[in-house]
C-alpha cells in the first residue's frame, strides 16, 4: 500500500512538472515594458556571505548541493538509506527559513522543495559514497521542467531569477535565501563550511529558438548570482551534458562548452559515454535511470576528492 501510495505522488509529481498551473501567473509584460534587460539584471536577488576563512580550517564543514528540473531530482525509489556521515537540512525552501535544524541525510525529505519525495538521484548515490572527514551537508533543490528562461511563461519558468515567488515554487529566489542563510548560521555556529560542488542539471525546459551565446549568457548570468552566497570560490560547478534528443541540444551542449572554458570552475559529465546499455529510465527517452545516477555519483565523487 506504501508502494502504491508513494507511486501515486511520483505521478502527480511528473504531471506537475508538465503543466503547472496558471492560475498565480506572474505577469511580466505587464510592468516592465519599458525596463531593459540590464535594469532587471540589477534588480535581481543577489545574496552575501563572509568568506571562507582558511585561519578556522579546524572547524571545516563540507557542503554539496544539487539543483535543477526533473534530472536532478531523480527517479523514484525503495532502495535503502546508507549514509553515515552526512547530514541534511530540515526546513523546506518555500518557506524561506532563516534558521536550520540538521538530521541524518535520508532520501525522503532531501529535495527541499518537493521533501515529499523518495528518490535516487545524483546527490543520494553521492551521499552514500562519501565517507570523509569532515561531515557533510547535503541538499538538493529542483523541479521538472523548469526553465531559466522568463519569456516561456510562468509555469516554466521556476527557475527565472525574474520570477515574482507569489505562488511558492520560484526557485532561484528560494535558493540564494536558503544557502545564504544556512551558511551564515554555520559561520556563526563557529563552523566553516566549505561548498564542495555544485551540481546543476538542467536544460530541456529551455527555449529551443535561442542562439548559443544566448544559452551561455543565460547561464553565465545565472551562476554568477548563484556564486555570490558560496564563501570559497574554488568550488566545483557540475553540469550534466545534455543527452536526451531534443531540437536544442547541440546548441546547449556548446554553451556549457564555453562555460567550462571561461568558468573555470566547471567540470562536465557525459551520461552518453559511460558505457551502460541503457542510459533511460522508461520508453520516453529523457529521464536518466538508477545506474545512470550511480555513475554520476561515482565521477563526481572522485573529482571532488581529488581536489
Not at 521538472?144 to 515567488?165: E, H, M
Request: aromatic content about 14%; overall charge negative.
Amino acid at each position: 500500500m506504501t508502494k502504491i501510495f508513494i507511486s501515486v505522488l511520483t505521478l502527480l509529481f511528473f504531471i506537475g512538472c508538465e503543466s503547472a498551473s496558471d492560475s498565480q501567473a506572474y505577469d511580466y509584460e505587464s510592468d516592465s515594458d519599458n525596463i531593459s534587460l540590464e535594469e532587471k539584471k540589477r534588480e535581481i536577488l543577489v545574496g552575501h556571505v563572509r568568506d571562507y576563512d582558511v585561519k578556522n580550517n579546524a572547524n571545516r564543514v563540507n557542503i554539496f548541493i544539487t539543483l535543477g528540473q526533473s534530472n536532478s531530482a531523480g527517479r523514484l525509489s525503495f532502495k535503502e538509506d546508507n549514509f553515515s556521515n552526512v547530514l541534511m537540512p530540515e526546513q523546506n525552501s518555500t518557506i524561506y527559513p532563516k534558521s536550520f535544524t540538521f538530521k541524518k541525510f535520508s532520501r525522503l525529505g532531501s529535495n527541499m522543495i518537493i521533501p515529499y519525495y523518495r528518490p535516487v538521484n545524483l546527490l543520494t548515490e553521492l551521499s552514500e559514497l562519501y565517507d570523509l572527514e569532515p561531515r557533510l551537508y547535503a541538499f538538493n533543490i529542483s523541479f521538472g521542467g523548469q526553465a531559466i528562461n522568463f519569456d516561456l511563461g510562468s509555469n516554466r519558468n521556476q527557475w527565472s531569477p525574474y520570477r515574482i515567488d507569489n505562488d511558492g515554487w520560484s526557485m532561484h529566489p528560494q535558493t540564494i535565501s536558503y544557502i545564504q542563510n544556512l551558511i551564515t548560521q554555520l559561520q556563526n555556529e563557529g563552523k566553516e563550511p566549505y561548498v564542495m560542488g555544485i551540481d546543476w542539471n538542467q536544460w530541456e525546459a529551455e527555449d529551443k529558438d535561442w542562439e548559443i551565446h544566448q544559452y551561455y549568457e543565460q547561464y553565465m548570468w545565472f551562476f554568477d548570482t548563484l556564486e555570490t552566497v558560496i564563501p570559497n570560490k574554488d568550488y566545483k560547478l557540475f553540469l550534466c551534458n545534455p543527452t536526451a534528443e531534443l531540437d536544442h541540444r547541440d546548441k546547449v551542449r556548446s554553451a556549457f562548452k564555453l562555460l567550462e572554458i571561461t568558468r573555470r570552475n566547471v567540470f562536465i559529465y557525459r551520461p552518453d559515454t559511460f558505457g551502460i546499455e541503457n542510459i533511460w529510465d522508461a520508453e520516453r527517452e529523457i529521464h536518466y535511470n538508477a545506474e545512470v545516477f550511480t555513475k554520476m555519483a561515482e565521477i563526481v565523487y572522485r573529482e571532488i576528492v581529488r581536489k
